[in-house]
Antibody
Framework: QITLKESGPTLVKPTQTLTLTCTFS??????????VGWIRQPPGKALEWLAF???????RYSPSLKSRLTITKDTSKNQVVLTMTNMDPVDTATYYCANRRGEKMALDSWGQGTLVTVSS | DIVMTQSPDSLAVSLGERATINCKSSQSVLYSSNNKNYLAWYQQKPGQPPKLLIY???TRESGVPDRFSGSGSGTDFTLTISSLQAEDVAVYYCHQYYDTPPQTFGQGTKVEIK
């Protein structure tokens, strides 16, 4: 069974940098095709794909946010970290961590999400 | 970016009746080398994360009731709930994972009981 859990601040101020951590189990980056990443959802709105990191250390970012995002992994800790710089109130959203595996490539497990509010 | 457009935005269906949700992509998500459509469907209930229902456009995820089915190819896809149950009230999203980055989602379709 795969589980993922997001952690990080619930409130950040405009212009600050957000750092979110996804801690997972039941999954290993040593398995070909595995990817873990982030999707966000503003209140009452649709899902937006942000960034993913893969078993071979390839990283993919949303082009519209690429300049603000960095994704890294710590294989020994089973963690993936997302940093987003220069936060703005429009970045207020629930941030989800999710994984994909090579045989499906869809997002087959999700964390519960963490609501991040950007406000002064 | 591939734009995913769902229709309708919302629908109300009587219990036991069929619910049909459409998803259209702005370009084909069929990968010719393996003949697979890189299209998934998710169900999201209030206060919960999305749950994978269908991948490869028509493969049901393990544990998903067989009243849920996916069909279509290329740019036009459908999620069908053959006999709506009360627990199916949710927002449903299509998702293309053909083009990365970015992968993209539809705007969502809200399913309610009539």
């Amino acid at each position: 069974q795969i589980t993922l859990k997001e952690s990080g601040p619930t409130l950040v101020k405009p212009t600050q940098t957000l750092t979110l951590t996804c801690t997972f189990s039941g999954l290993s980056f040593s398995t070909s095709g595995v990817g873990v990443g982030w999707i966000r959802q503003p209140p009452g709105k649709a899902l937006e794909w942000l960034a993913f990191i893969y078993w071979d250390d390839n990283k993919r970012y949303s082009p519209s946010l690429k300049s603000r995002l960095t994704i890294t992994k710590d294989t020994s800790k089973n963690q993936v970290v997302l940093t987003m710089t220069n936060m703005d109130p429009v970045d207020t959203a629930t941030y989800y961590c999710a994984n994909r595996r090579g045989e499906k490539m869809a997002l087959d497990s999700w964390g519960q999400g963490t609501l991040v509010t950007v406000s002064s | 970016d591939i734009v995913m457009t769902q229709s309708p935005d919302s629908l109300a269906v009587s219990l036991g009746e069929r619910a049909t949700i459409n998803c259209k992509s702005s370009q084909s998500v069929l990968y010719s080398s393996n003949n697979k459509n890189y299209l998934a469907w998710y169900q999201q209930k209030p206060g919960q994360p999305p749950k994978l229902l269908i991948y490869w456009a028509s493969t049901r995820e393990s544990g998903v009731p067989d009243r849920f089915s996916g069909s279509g190819s290329g740019t036009d896809f459908t999620l069908t709930i053959s006999s709506l149950q009360a627990e199916d009230v949710a927002v449903y999203y299509c998702h293309q994972y053909y083009d990365t980055p970015p992968q993209t989602f539809g705007q969502g379709t809200k399913v309610e009981i009539k």
